[in-house]
T-cell receptor, first 114, second 114 residues
Framework: AQSVTQLGSHVSVSEGALVLLRCNYSSSVPPYLFWYVQYPNQGLQLLLKYTSAATLVKGINGFEAEFKKSETSFHLTKPSAHMSDAAEYFCAVSDGGSARQLTFGSGTQLTVLP | GAGVSQSPRYKVAKRGQDVALRCDPI?????LFWYQQALGQGPEFLTYFQNEAQLDKSGLPSDRFFAERPEGSVSTLKIQRTQQEDSAVYLC????????????FGPGTRLLVL
């Protein structure tokens, strides 16, 4: 069974500050990991994904995430927050096997303060 | 547009009514997923199709939930005798082939059962 834990249901940062959204996973097999962003009344948009290639993954809009197997973590970062980054962010895991579906965390709402 | 579309976007039903939610995946996408997203939570897997075959329905919460994809493209999620606990956003996602492909999400159908 797989699971995802996102620490902090709400995170606030000032515009221009570092964004750090935490994600820890559990998986019985090497995982495939994803970060999605959801804007109000919209579907989920893929930010980036890890599929066992490079451990540092770069995504859209300046976001990146680092896969750390020893810590079972896949934290999302962005060096400088923009007002447009305010949204809900979901970490998800897939084991790549018979469980083709994604297992999501409960989400982190990011607020960017002017 | 080339994205996943869902209809209706909003649905209000009286308890006990049947509802049907439609998903139009991206043309040519083999895999189709349905997720349920309760307020303040991450999406949870309901069911998965590969072409017209429903390969996994382990996430359907009860036998009141039924999904089909008869021609391997459009899919319908049907909920019979709706209950208040069925109120949620229902998300559809599609991917080009099978596992590890990026899942592209539609905007969702927000169902409110009164």
């Amino acid at each position: 069974a797989q699971s995802v834990t996102q620490l902090g249901s709400h995170v606030s940062v000032s515009e221009g500050a570092l964004v750090l959204l935490r994600c820890n996973y559990s998986s019985s097999v090497p995982p495939y990991l994803f970060w999605y962003v959801q804007y109000p009344n919209q579907g989920l948009q893929l930010l980036l994904k890890y599929t066992s290639a490079a451990t540092l993954v770069k995504g859209i809009n300046g976001f990146e995430a680092e896969f750390k197997k020893s810590e079972t973590s896949f934290h999302l970062t962005k060096p400088s927050a923009h007002m447009s980054d305010a949204a809900e962010y979901f970490c998800a895991v897939s084991d790549g096997g018979s469980a083709r579906q994604l297992t999501f965390g409960s989400g982190t709402q990011l607020t960017v303060l002017p | 547009g080339a994205g996943v579309s869902q209809s209706p976007r909003y649905k209000v039903a009286k308890r006990g009514q049947d509802v049907a939610l439609r998903c139009d995946p991206i043309s040519g996408h083999v895999s189709l997923f349905w997720y349920q997203q309760a307020l303040g939570q991450g999406p949870e897997f309901l069911t998965y199709f590969q072409n017209e075959a429903q390969l996994d329905k382990s996430g359907l919460p009860s036998d009141r939930f039924f999904a089909e994809r008869p021609e391997g493209s459009v899919s319908t999620l049907k909920i019979q005798r709706t209950q208040q606990e069925d109120s949620a956003v229902y998300l559809c996602a599609s991917s080009f082939r099978t596992f590890q492909e990026t899942q592209y999400f539609g905007p969702g159908t927000r169902l409110l059962v009164l």
